[in-house]
């Protein structure tokens, strides 16, 4: 009888962690949830402190052309990406095992390519910018799919998110919308004002899943194996994504493990180079 | 703004850690660890209907018409603010202690390190590239023997860092600011800076004002370049040149910073931050205590909040 009752008590315990908890429908909670699972609310006061943050992995990639082609998979040796919310910007920096190396930067309502060096020309010596603002919507996608970026924006959206659960998962899903500045983000949202992103919850209610349709190509970002991947003596409390993967209209064209993180909001500034708001200005 | 008491750190109103003699070190330390809400946050809890009544007042002025910024200059929270961990006497314990997300001392320290760097865009110095990596190393670094913070080892904060004068007294050639630990001079009198090849190199600069109607405009130049501006790495050079323009309204005296260094792609700001007379007809000052550096050895983590 004991081996019995013990043997019940096992099971039902094994069934109730293996239950989705993610059940809460109510928005106030959920984004509260979102925020606060991934390391974003701190103080007694509970504020937004994630304002900046940089990356560092490796993996592999795919670029997609204009036309939607997508080219063929390269090994990416390094990639170092900074994020500054309250720009709100985005630097990516990849060096390809064949020695390519891309960064790419929006920031606002600027994107640009920068060449050789980070820094985009601002001083004699310190790279040069390549205007890219035709890239400026595809880039800000990229940064609102990521999760803090994800959560603010459904923050950002306020009562026009709506919360389902969709087999046993909390699902947000929300307008992108413009925002006021602030002090942890600044939503620019340009063309992608009104797009719907989907924001499918883990258990313990980070974003696994952002999905966003735009201009008529499907983008998921799928994100698994949370962890404060900060240096040892560096741990913040703040959880991001180990494991990266982003399809284009179902095709695989990244997939990444992020290795290292600084998350105690790091000095990442993004000045539009002199050459890129002349573009923009066009 | 507020001083508070932390593990043996006492924090600027600026909310950047001075490191002071290490007396209370240990655990003993933290358990003695005073109340902490963000310096901007705690900053803008003043008490708006005394700030109303003092600025409302007459500005007393000089006999040759400026104004008069003699007194002492305090914060313009209610005290109630500045009160530290509380001890419950049923129980035995503190209150109020470690205000972070929990009661947890690693909780409070990752809490305020992350908070303390919440700046935004508009308030930090946009320095030029090839400085941004020497930014964030001088961060992660600040209280190591790497890259320490010149607080940290008990250096003068430099100017703008000190903020805004504790007590000032007004002569008609010059006027002396005081802060905790530290004094500046203040020449009025009309003289300009020394010439360039005359500059010692020093953590305060040398200060010349001039009113510009009932502001004064201070000058500041002549600094060792091994000040910051503040807390997360924010490095300064000897080509920094300060602009402090501080104004008394009735009893309430305003003060705010622009620098310019050849580090920086544009000039920075710090301020405008705004205090109240010392209502006291009496007012007296504490003796700050001494500042001496005995952490930087057993520090064993880059954490730092």
């Known amino acids: 009888m004991r081996r019995l009752l013990a043997g019940c008590a096992v099971f039902i315990v094994t069934l109730a962690s293996a239950l989705p908890h993610a059940q809460e429908t109510d928005r106030a909670k959920v984004f509260y949830n979102m925020a606060n699972s991934l390391g974003m609310l701190r103080t007694v006061q509970e504020l937004d402190s994630v304002m900046t943050f940089e990356a560092w992995g490796r993996g592999t990639i795919r670029d997609v052309a204009a036309n939607g082609t997508i080219g063929p998979e390269a090994q990416v040796k390094s990639l170092y990406a900074q994020f500054a919310y309250d720009f709100p910007g985005m630097r990516v920096d990849i060096v390809r095992a064949s020695g390519q190396r891309t960064i790419e930067v929006v920031s606002g309502t600027h994107a640009w390519n920068e060449i050789d060096k980070l820094g985009g020309g601002l001083e004699p010596g310190y790279g040069s910018a390549t205007p890219a603002m035709d890239q400026v919507a595809l880039r800000l996608l990229r940064m609102w799919m990521t999760p803090f970026g994800a959560v603010k924006a459904a923050r950002a959206a306020g009562d026009q998110a709506t919360v389902t659960i969709e087999g046993g998962r909390t699902v947000v899903t929300f307008p992108l919308v413009e925002g006021k500045p602030e002090q942890t983000v600044y939503m620019v949202v340009g063309e992608l004002k009104g797009t719907p992103m989907k924001v499918t919850l883990d258990a313990r209610y980070r974003p696994a899943q952002v999905e966003v349709t735009f201009r008529g190509r499907k983008y998921v970002n799928t994100y698994s194996n949370y962890g404060d991947l900060n240096e040892s003596d560096l741990k913040a409390d703040i959880f991001v994504p180990a494991h990266i993967v982003a399809t284009v209209d179902g095709q695989d064209v990244l997939d990444l493990t992020i290795d290292k993180t600084n998350t105690y909001n790091p000095y990442v500034i993004m000045p539009v180079p002199p050459a890129v708001q002349k573009a923009g200005a066009r | ?305």
């Open chain 2, 1 to 305: 703004m507020k001083q508070r008491f932390v593990g043996g750190v006492r924090y600027a109103a600026s909310g950047c850690p001075v490191r002071m003699n290490r007396v209370f070190a240990g655990i003993g330390a933290v358990v003695a660890a005073f109340a902490l809400m963000p310096a901007g946050i705690a900053a803008q809890g003043g008490n708006a209907a005394a700030m109303k009544d003092a600025a409302s007042r007459p500005t007393p002025r000089r006999s040759n018409g400026v104004p008069d910024f003699t007194g002492i200059w305090v914060q313009t929270r209610s005290r109630a603010d500045n009160v530290p961990a509380a001890l419950d006497k049923t129980t035995g314990t503190y209150t109020n202690i470690l205000r972070g997300r929990t009661g947890n001392p690693v909780d409070f320290e990752r809490d305020s390190g992350v908070r303390q760097r919440v700046v935004p865009r508009e308030a930090r110095p946009w320095y030029k590239p090839q400085y941004w990596e020497r930014v964030r190393f001088n961060d992660t670094h600040g209280h190591s023997s790497q890259a320490p913070d010149p607080e940290f080892l008990c250096m003068p904060p430099g100017v703008p860092r000190l903020g805004i004068p504790q007590e000032i007294v007004q002569t008609d050639s010059h006027m002396v600011f005081l802060y905790p630990l530290h004094t500046r001079r203040i020449y009025i009198d009309g003289r300009d800076h020394p010439p360039e090849e005359q500059w010692l190199g020093t953590w305060l600069g040398h200060s010349v004002g001039r009113w510009e109607g009932d502001t004064l405009v201070v000058s500041t130049v002549d600094f060792n370049g091994q000040e910051w501006l503040g807390w997360p790495g924010w490095f300064t050079s000897p080509d920094k040149r300060v602009i402090e323009r501080i104004r008394r309204v009735g009893n309430t005296l305003t003060w705010a910073a622009e620098v310019t260094d050849s580090l920086l792609l544009q000039p920075w700001k710090s301020g405008p931050q705004t205090r109240m007379l010392d209502a006291n007809p009496m007012p007296e000052i504490e003796e700050p205590l001494p500042c001496i550096e005995r952490d930087l050895q057993h520090i064993v983590t880059r954490e730092r909040g």
